[in-house]
């Protein structure tokens, strides 16, 4: 079967500090992988994707994501995170060409940035 | 473009009373549409996913069921609640955009089974 791990269930950091987040899956064929964030109060948003290509992959507000299939690993990170950046953070898998395009999700990593 | 709502924001129901959740999606045709729940400390859990009017499919066992009656219309619920239903329940919908590989998610629904 499927799974997501984050290892990281809640980080604490200080601005400017550098981040990287875990995310382990597990699934024997091909795989798209995804962050969300989910801000206070906000809808769940997705920060990247990865379905094919170079696996090192851009998002939005400055993060990226590594691919790293031999490690079966999609960690995200960020060289200097903002206050804004308090949210929580979710890795998500699903597998191509399922036809259901379900999603696995991981438990989620909490981050709090302080000023 | 693609709106997703979702009714009641929040709900505070006591145990044993009946439960209806209301999704819709607006602007795409033939999305796919999913319910999940958000239980602290454990992530997002695929409740239920359509494919199309009146296909269902369940992931887990439970107390709750779903029902398309619409093509843009995903409805989660139950006969009667239990304590441990309380949780936030995201709604979600997949499509010609990302071609259907990329999720978008509504607000959610609060709720809170007393």
């Known amino acids: 079967a499927q799974s997501v791990s984050q290892h990281n269930h809640h980080v604490i950091l200080s601005e400017a500090a550098s981040l990287e987040l875990g995310c382990n899956y597990s699934y024997g064929g091909t795989v798209n992988l995804f962050w969300y964030v989910q801000y206070p109060g906000q809808h769940l948003q997705l920060l990247l994707k990865?379905?094919?290509?170079?696996?090192l992959v851009k998002g939005i507000k400055g993060f990226e994501a590594e691919f790293i299939k031999s490690k079966f690993s999609f960690n995200l990170r960020k060289p200097s995170v903002q206050w804004s950046d308090t949210a929580e953070y979710f890795c998500?898998?699903?597998?191509?060409?399922?036809?259901?395009?379900?999603?696995?999700f991981g438990t989620g990593t909490r981050l709090k940035v302080l000023a | 473009s693609q709106t997703i709502h979702q009714w009641p924001a929040t709900l505070v129901q006591p145990v044993g009373s009946p439960l209806s959740l209301e999704c819709t999606v607006e602007g795409t045709s033939n999305p796919n549409l999913y319910w999940y729940r958000q239980a602290a400390g454990r992530g997002l859990q695929l409740l239920f996913y359509?494919?199309?009017?009146?296909?269902i499919s369940s992931e887990v066992p439970q107390n709750l069921s779903a029902s398309r009656p619409q093509d843009r219309q995903f409805i989660l619920s139950s006969k009667k609640l239990l304590l441990s239903d309380s949780g936030f329940y995201l709604c979600?919908?997949?499509?010609?955009?990302?071609?259907?590989?990329?999720?978008?998610f509504g607000p959610g629904t609060r709720l809170t089974v007393l």
């Open positions: 990865y379905f094919s290509g170079d696996p």
């Open positions: 998500a898998v699903n597998a191509q060409n399922s036809g259901t395009y379900k999603y696995i």
């Open positions: 359509s494919v199309g009017i009146g296909q």
């Open positions: 979600a919908w997949s499509g010609k955009r990302g071609n259907y590989n990329e999720q978008f």
